[in-house]
Structure formats: C-alpha cells, structure tokens
C-alpha cells in the first residue's frame, strides 16, 4: 500500500513537471497557427485600416448663382384714401359699391341738398339786384350826383354777396361726394337714409397700382443696397414669384432696431393685394457664369471651411481635403474660391470624419442621398445654369 501511493506520488509529480515543460511549445504554436481569440497579424491591420469608405459625390459645374437677403412683410398700398364727408346730413343715393373700380372726380354718394340749392337761389337773386344798384350808383357818382362813400358801400354790398354765392355754391357741391384718387372701393361704412356727420368716414379707395413691400435691413447689410436694386416677392397664395425693385431707402438708421427702413415698388400690381403676407428677396450679388458646388459638400472646422475633392490614386480613388472661401451661397449651392475646376467630383455623403488622403469607394448618388428629390437638390439648383 505505501509502495502504489508512493508511485502515484512520483509518476504525478513527473507528469506535472512535462506538462510545464511542454507549455511554452504549445503556446508557440498556437500562436503561430492564429488560434481564435489572439491578435491577427500586423498585415491584417493595415488591410483593415485601408478599407475603403463608402461615399457620394457630385460634380462642380457653371451656372446662375445669386445672393439673396430674405425678409417677411405685409403689403400696402402708398396711394389709399379715406373719403369723408364735408357736411352733416342725410345720405339719399349710394352710386358705387365694395369692389367697384373708380376714376378720380367720379360720384360716389349724393346727400340732400334741398335746403342748399334754394340758399344758392337766393343768393343769385340777392346779387343780380345788387350788381344793377351798383351800375346804377356808378353812373351817379360819375356825374357827381353821389359821394363817393354811397358808390363805395353799393360796390362793398356787392363784393360781399359774391363771397356768399361762393359759399352757397360750395355748400351745394358738398351735397355730390367725389372721389378723390383713382382706384377701388375697399370699404363702403354708410347707407341710403344714413345720418352723417362732418368729416364722417364714408367710403375707403385703395390705388392697387401703389402698392409696396417696406422692409427693414440690418444696419451691416447697407453698403450692398441702392435705388433701383432687383427684388423678388413670393406670396402663399400665388404661384411664383412678382419682380419688384428697390424705390427708396431711409436715409436714417432706426437706433432701436439698428435697420434702414427700404420701400421696394412692384410695378404692375401682378395680382397682389394690400395686407399679403409676403416673402421678398433682395438680390445682394449676381453672378451668371460661376462655378457652382452642391451646399452639402461643405464640411465646417472652427472658421474654417473644407471639400473632400475625389482624387484617382494607384489604389483606387481617394479623398482630398481641400481648404475653400465662400464667395456666394444660395439656398442649395455656393460659389468657392479654391483649388478647384469645372467637373471635378466632391464628396456630398459620407464626409463626416473623413481623413485626408482616405480611400474612398464611390456610391450611387441617388441611393446614398436617400431619394431623386434630395439629390435634384444638391446637383441642380433652382437658378438655371448659365448656357
């Protein structure tokens, strides 16, 4: 029995002493052979590092580029006209309607004016006997049959129910209410059989040909602006948008705010309306012929702004980092200043952290910009290309 212990003893004790022996061959040759769960070789690594990042890119081309500043406001129409009435009484004909279009003098309402045409008839009689008793006293006076203080009071009588046919004469005018500008009738406030007061509110005109768009431009934004500058104005409600032109400009900046109050003209009316809620864009720079790139290849560091140009190296293509200015931008592309020329492909999708100098494999726009719609957006501006 001591005998069997001691050998299982001894023979345990030399297997032992193999086996860790044999451990360090064994771990040499497992890594050798790339067992599961070991580093993989460094060549492995750099193929790993190289793989190609999948991208979008879209050519650089010649086009219309404008710079435009946008601004929101209701329209107004310069030329509008309260039409009061010049007497107090009753209105007894109403000749125009909301809506009617009118000319400058033409009637609009007729108010009574009995009391004044037979004012008026009295008056004319008064002076037609005063102006013979002034022929009359004349002929006495040059025959020195008269002072002279009686010629003088027939012809002072005189005068004076002349400045009374004048005042009876414009109280009947007030009967006949005219209108004062051409235009329309926005508003009708009084009825037939109405009792108006002076200077009551009868009827509002709205000269359509007189509208404008007022705007008010950051005080940085002045040295861009001047009389005559091109402008679009776009309504909701309208298809498309009404050419309009800078009228006016304030001379004076508003401390409040820090903006100049700017009048732009939209010559024609083109189907706006006072009060319309619109958009206008001032057209600050034009160019026809510029080499444009799509907005979405802009890639911004801190103030600085970067392109990935697609660069053909002997591994396949490659992204290069390029450092651009921006001259003019619009809505879905800019114009650059850079190392840069007509054709050449910059990266639009899949730029984020890319690196200078990475290889790149090239997707199709359209399925990396995720629909035709965004991708029309990106390459083809709604400025039309110069031809």
């Known amino acids: 029995m001591n005998f069997a212990h001691t050998l299982r003893t001894s023979t345990a004790r030399t297997l032992g002493a193999a086996i860790l022996l044999f451990l360090p061959f064994v771990a040499g040759c497992a890594f050798d052979s790339g067992v599961a769960g070991e580093p993989p070789p460094a060549d492995s690594s750099i193929a790993a590092a190289e793989e190609a990042i999948p991208v979008a890119a879209l050519p650089m081309f010649r086009g219309r580029i404008e710079s435009v500043l946008r601004f929101s406001t209701n329209l107004e129409a310069e030329s509008r006209v309260d039409v009061l009435s010049e007497a107090e009484r009753h209105v007894i004909d109403l000749l125009v309607e909301e809506g009617d279009t009118v000319r400058a003098g033409e009637t609009l309402l007729l108010l009574e004016d009995e009391a004044q045409r037979t004012a008026l008839k009295r008056v004319e009689s008064q002076l037609a006997r005063s102006r013979l008793e002034f022929d009359r006293q004349a002929r006495l006076f040059e025959q020195d049959l008269i002072s002279e203080q009686a010629y003088n009071q027939a012809r002072y009588d005189t005068e004076q129910l002349e400045l009374a046919l004048e005042d009876a004469e414009r109280e009947l005018s007030y009967a006949t209410v005219l209108a004062p500008i051409s235009g329309v009738v926005t508003e009708r406030v009084v009825n037939v059989g109405d009792h108006v007061a002076t200077h009551a509110k009868l009827f509002q005109i709205v000269d359509f040909d007189s509208i404008v768009a007022r705007v008010f431009v950051p005080e940085r934004q002045l040295p861009g602006l001047f009389v005559g500058q091109p402008a679009r104005v776009l309504a909701q409600s ?150």
């Open 238 to 387: 309208l298809d498309g948008s009404r050419q309009a032109r800078v009228e006016r400009i304030s001379p004076v900046v508003d401390p409040r705010s820090g903006t100049v109050k700017v009048t732009l003209d939209i010559p024609g009316n083109q189907g706006l309306l006072p009060g319309m809620y619109v958009e206008v864009d001032l057209v600050a720079a034009v160019e026809e012929d510029a080499l444009l790139a799509p907005k979405r290849a802009l890639v911004y560091d801190q103030e600085q702004v970067f392109v990935f140009r697609v660069a053909e190296g002997a591994e396949g293509p490659r992204a290069e980092r390029l450092l651009v200015s921006i001259l003019i931008e619009s809505e879905d592309v800019v114009q650059l200043a850079g190392d840069l020329a007509e054709g050449q492909r910059l990266i639009v999708a899949g730029q984020a952290g890319l690196k200078d100098g990475a290889r790149v494999r090239l997707l199709d726009p359209a399925e990396a910009l995720g629909s035709v719609a965004e991708l029309g957006a990106a390459s083809a501006p709604t400025y039309q290309p110069a031809s």
